[in-house]
Structures are given as C-alpha cells and as structure tokens.
C-alpha cells in the first residue's frame, strides 16, 4: 500500500505509515457488519410492523408487556358494556327435577341443607344432609311417625304412641328420647319442648333456662322466637321464658300470639287487644307503649325497629318501637288477609283477599320487588334469598334477590298443594303426594 503523503510503500496490514505516520485505514472489527445488518433488519421490521398494523399502540404494548393499562383502556373504549355484563351476570342455574322425588308423601320440610319428607305410612324420607359425615341423619328405620321438628343439625320426631325419635347432633337433646305419652312437639330457638296428653310440658336444649316440672293441665305452648309461654286449658297464660324482657303477663286469659324484638314483646289476645312487654331500659325509662289503644287485632309482626298489626277489617296499623325509626308506608293497604315479613330488610309483604301481593320498605332506599303481576296467590313464602308463592290453581311463582345462590327454575310445575322455602332451595307437595325441588344442590337437597 503506498502513503497519500509521502509515497512511502507499506504492508498493506498497516494502519500509519512507517515514514510520516499519516493514518493508512482503519482495521475492520469481528462483527461490526453483522451488527449494522441487525439494526438494519429491526428497522425494517418496526416499520411494518408500524404501517401494516390497524392499531399503532399494539407496537407500544408489545414493547411494555409489563404495563397492561394501555390495553385495558383499549378493551373499555372498543367494548363499553363489559364491566355492565359482568356485573348483571345471571345467577348459576340450579337443579330442577324433572320427576318427582318421592311419592305418596303428606308433609314436605325443608332447611338450608336438607328436604325432609313425612310419608303417609308414617316413615320418613330425607334428601341432603345425610351426607354429611359430622351431621349425618339415620331416619331409615322411623316407623309410625305423626310429627316432624326439623332443626339445622337435628331432627326429631313423634310417634303415634307419645314416643319421640331424634337423630343428628343430638349432645343437649338426649332427655327427649325418653319422654313418654306425648301429643305435641315444639321448637323454640334451641329449646324442643313436648306437651304430654294430660298437659305437663317437658323440655331439653344444651343450656335449658327454666324449670317446667310445675306446670300441669296445659292445652297450648306458644314461641315467639325465644319468648316461650304455655296456654293453660282454661285459657290462663304462663310465662316460660322471658328472654331479658320484664311485663306482667302472669294470670292473663285467651294469649293468641306472640311477636317481640329487642325492646317489646307483643302479645295478641283472642279478643283482638294487645299487650305489650318491654325492656329493661324502656321499663326504667318510662317510657309509654307505642301500642297503647290497638284493637280488632288479627295478626302481629315484629321488626328490628317497628312493629305492625292487621286488623280484622284488611288494614294495617304500625308503630316505631325506636324514637325517630322510620316504619312502612302501608295506609293505602286494604283487603290484606296476611302479613309476611323479610325483617334482615325491613320490608313488609301482604296477601290481599283477591290473591295480590303487596310490598312497602321502612326505608325510601330499599329496593323492592316486582311482584304486581302476581294474581290468585293463596300462600306467600319468603326466605332470605328468595320470595315463592303458590297460586290457587296449583302454580308456583317465585322471585329470586341477587344474591341468591341459584335460580328457581317452578314454571313448569303445575297440581301443587303445598310448597316449603329455604335460603337455598324450594320443595313442593303436589296433589298426588310427589315432591319436586329447585334450587341450590351443595347438600344434595335437591334430590
């Protein structure tokens, strides 16, 4: 190689020139080309990649895969009802048989895990929590079976000779299987009390409150939800349990019913008058009845905060029990022959004698439900996940609440005589003696 400047000759692997020095060439590096050949391949891909692409921030994506906002901000903008769909998704189907459960059945009952069944021959038959190793029920070998008390985690049952049956979680109970000549089971809140055929009362729970070996010559025990009383033959009102409230019911005569909440007990006599019993608090207070002047009462219902009274002509009357709280606007209902109550949403439902069904919320926020399409009902049910009723031609209608764990799926069935409601399911008694189900199947309660 020959020097630009001086003409020196050089070895053609030189990079100055032995004489001057002047720079020759520069040396060519191991890879250089192959690197400017990938840059150059990257270039030509982004930029189809950019051109060719419908969407340019898919490249912006692709490179931040790490950081998915720009792609959700894309999916809301192309598809704005998504968020809306998921959230109004509809409740999983539940399981609705096609046939019958069983056959030649008298009575249906039914909890949150189980549908009991009292045949007509006195045997009993049972779907659901059976399966259960910790709560199972043995009921294969109840003969002669006149009454059924169902509970959570126990049964019991009454034979034709006074005798009582029990099977499930039975620990608190077990004096109850050696009572004789019953004619009655109850169960009050965790108490199962028996009225024997010459009127003693006997009584078994896990933690018994009171002692009812003195009562004789009774006719009738009347709960209302931890509020026991028995109804003596000649009509005069004893009072079990008291459950933290004071009043002086001792003596009374004709106790029809009882409704209460935290501050009242109410007590309905057969006259249509009603007493009341109060709280300590409102006891030490003073405080005058809201209910002072009732009359012509037919039926009671009891909320958290209110209490309401259907008089004999279809009316209602209502009072707060707590100052300030408000209670539902039922003074346009007329015609009302019974009164339901959700009391976990304060909302009050009546039957009218025409079969319609009304509804009115304590609170202006509550939402409730559309039933003014429903005609001919002759007995309303409701739950805490669902509202069913039957009509006087043998149907069935129900409403299920959002959060109910599957869908009542009834509009196929036809020719029933009874229905029995949980929070998980629904069972009803056709004309035949069959038993259908819907509803949730976790506990095989369904069948």
Request: with cysteine; net charge negative.
């Amino acid at each position: 190689m020959k020097c630009p400047t001086c003409g020196q000759i050089c070895r053609t692997d030189r990079e100055f020139c032995a004489l001057c020095g002047t720079p020759l060439k520069r040396k060519k590096r191991k890879g250089g080309l192959i690197a400017l050949l990938l840059v150059l391949v990257l270039l030509l891909a982004a930029a189809g990649y950019v051109f060719l692409l419908k969407d340019p921030l898919d490249l912006v994506n692709s490179l931040h895969a790490d950081t998915p906002a720009v792609q959700e901000i894309a999916s809301v903008q192309e598809d704005p009802t998504a968020i809306i769909v998921q959230e109004t998704a509809a409740m999983p189907e539940g399981t609705s048989r096609g046939d019958v459960l069983w056959g030649d059945v008298g009575e249906i009952f039914v909890t949150d895990r189980y549908t009991l069944a009292l045949c007509k021959d006195g045997t009993v038959k049972l779907a659901g929590q059976s399966a259960s190793p910790e709560f199972g029920f043995d009921l294969f070998d109840w003969a002669n079976i006149t009454q059924l008390v169902p509970a959570d985690f126990f049964v019991a049952g009454l034979t034709a000779d006074g005798r009582v049956r029990l099977t499930g979680e039975v620990s608190g109970y077990e004096e109850a299987a050696r009572w004789s000549d019953v004619a009655q089971l109850f169960l009050d809140g965790d108490t199962l009390l028996g009225l024997t055929r010459d009127g003693h009362v006997l009584a078994a729970a896990p933690n018994l409150g009171f002692d009812p070996s003195e009562l004789h010559d009774m006719a009738d025990i009347i709960t209302g939800g931890g509020d026991t009383l028995a109804v003596a033959r000649d009509g005069r009102v004893t009072v079990l349990r008291r459950q933290g409230m004071l009043w002086d019911l001792d003596g009374a005569y004709g106790l029809k019913e009882v409704a209460c909440n935290s501050d009242y007990a109410l007590f309905l006599m057969e006259d249509g008058t009603v007493r009341t019993g109060a709280s300590l608090h409102y006891f030490l207070n003073g405080t005058d009845s809201p209910f002072y002047g009732w009359e012509n009462i037919e039926q009671l219902v009891a909320g958290d905060w209110f209490a309401l009274g259907l008089t004999r002509d279809g009316r209602i009357q209502g009072a707060s029990t707590a100052y300030g709280e408000p209670i539902p606007d039922t003074e346009d209902w007329s015609d009302v022959r019974k009164l339901l109550l959700d009391r976990e949403r304060s909302i009050v439902y009546g039957v009218t004698g025409d079969g319609r069904v009304l509804a009115a919320a304590a609170s202006p926020e509550t939402p409730i439900p559309e039933l003014s399409s429903w005609q001919n009902v002759a007995l309303l049910q409701i739950s805490r996940n669902y509202i069913a009723a039957l009509t006087t031609d043998g149907r069935v209608l129900t409403f299920s609440w959002p959060e109910a764990p599957a869908v009542l799926d009834c509009s196929d069935w036809t020719n029933v005589s009874s229905i029995a409601l949980s929070n998980t399911h629904l069972a009803a008694l056709t004309a035949e003696g069959g038993v259908l189900t819907a509803g949730d199947n976790s506990f095989g309660q369904c069948g």
